[in-house]
T-cell receptor, first 109, second 110 residues
Framework: KQEVTQIPAALSVPEGENLVLNCSFTDSAIYNLQWFRQDPGKGLTSLLLIQSSQREQTSGRLNASLDKSSGRSTLYIAASQPGDSATYLCAVNNNDMRFGAGTRLTVKP | EPEVTQTPSHQVTQMGQEVILRCVPISNHLYFYWYRQILGQKVEFLVSFYNNEISEKSEIFDDQFSVERPDGSNFTLKIRSTKLEDSAMYFC????????FGQGTRLTVV
């Protein structure tokens, strides 16, 4: 069974900092990996999708990388803003998309 | 922009009752999922559905749960004989490549 781990569990940074969120998974036979954002009490918003054949994807200030052989992905957020405060979730898909517990990010003004 | 729609947004039910949670996936998507999230905990996979049948299910998805695609647009999760511990947010998702989630149904069992 796929196990997905996200480190750190929580992170607090001052506005403007660049930061990296980590995701690791145990079974490298995946179709894709997706990063989501979840605001308190809300649904999940898709941020980036990386197919298993890809190494990275970028959208605006976000960059996600994938190293399938080592079972790792990172989400890089550049020039963080208070509006980035949310929980960030990594989901690994091999027919049953499994989530990590998330990283709760707080960006202080 | 197409979106996944879930109804109701909030349902309160008495213990032992049956509930049906409804989802309208994005129209050209082929994969459908149900997840639950107990308050303060992680998003847990329940079941995936493809080509009108279950493709994967988790250990949580026991005989108490069932899914259906009763027509071309709806996708439902039925929970029989609800228990207090079934109280959670239930999310539906659909995908072609990237998965998109609905806003969830908050189920409260009293």
């Amino acid at each position: 069974k796929q196990e997905v781990t996200q480190i750190p569990a929580a992170l607090s940074v001052p506005e403007g900092e660049n930061l990296v969120l980590n995701c690791s998974f145990t079974d490298s036979a995946i179709y894709n990996l997706q990063w989501f954002r979840q605001d308190p009490g809300k649904g999940l918003t898709s941020l980036l999708l990386i197919q298993s054949s890809q190494r990275e994807q970028t959208s605006g200030r976000l960059n996600a990388s994938l190293d399938k052989s080592s079972g790792r992905s990172t989400l890089y957020i550049a020039a963080s803003q208070p509006g980035d405060s949310a929980t960030y979730l990594c989901a690994v898909n091999n027919n049953d998309m499994r989530f990590g517990a998330g990283t709760r990010l707080t960006v202080k003004p | 922009e197409p979106e996944v729609t879930q109804t109701p947004s909030h349902q309160v039910t008495q213990m032992g009752q049956e509930v049906i949670l409804r989802c309208v996936p994005i129209s050209n998507h082929l994969y459908f999922y149900w997840y639950r999230q107990i308050l303060g905990q992680k998003v847990e996979f329940l079941v995936s559905f493809y080509n009108n049948e279950i493709s994967e299910k988790s250990e949580i998805f026991d005989d108490q749960f069932s899914v259906e695609r009763p027509d071309g647009s709806n996708f439902t999760l039925k929970i029989r004989s609800t228990k207090l511990e079934d109280s959670a947010m239930y999310f539906c998702a659909s995908s072609a490549y990237a998965a998109f989630f609905g806003q969830g149904t908050r189920l409260t069992v009293v």
